[in-house]
């Protein structure tokens, strides 16, 4: 699980996959990815459920830089990735993000 990342051949993009394990899902119905790459829209990306009860999503991202995110749960729980690459605080969340680095 977590984050997993391939590269294009020229380095320029990474395909990113998201993944929450069904224990940090806390029973959700519904994941949503949110974060710095779709506007922090809470309804933008949704994770599709695996047949184990992890959530899951792929992302092109371009590469050479940090992304914030989150994973809001059910609209009403945000939690962060247990694997990201790093945290970083945030003041208008009163936490810390997830980071991607890629």
């Not at 994941?31 to 922090?40: A, D, I, K, P, T």
């Not at 184990?52 to 995110?69: E, H, I, K, P």
Request: aromatic share 12%.
């Amino acid at each position: 699980m977590g984050l997993r990342k391939k590269y294009n051949k020229g380095n320029t993009t990474c395909n990113v996959i998201f993944a929450l394990p069904k224990e940090a899902s806390d029973g959700a119905e519904k994941v949503h990815l949110v974060g710095e790459f779709n506007g922090w829209d809470p309804l933008a990306t949704p994770m599709k459920r695996g047949k184990g009860g992890s959530f899951s999503v792929a992302l092109d991202l371009a590469a050479g830089r940090d992304y914030r995110f989150r994973y809001l749960l059910d609209g009403v729980k945000w939690v962060n990735d247990p694997q990201a690459d790093r945290y970083e605080w945030c003041d208008f969340a009163q936490g810390d993000n997830s980071v991607v680095a890629v």
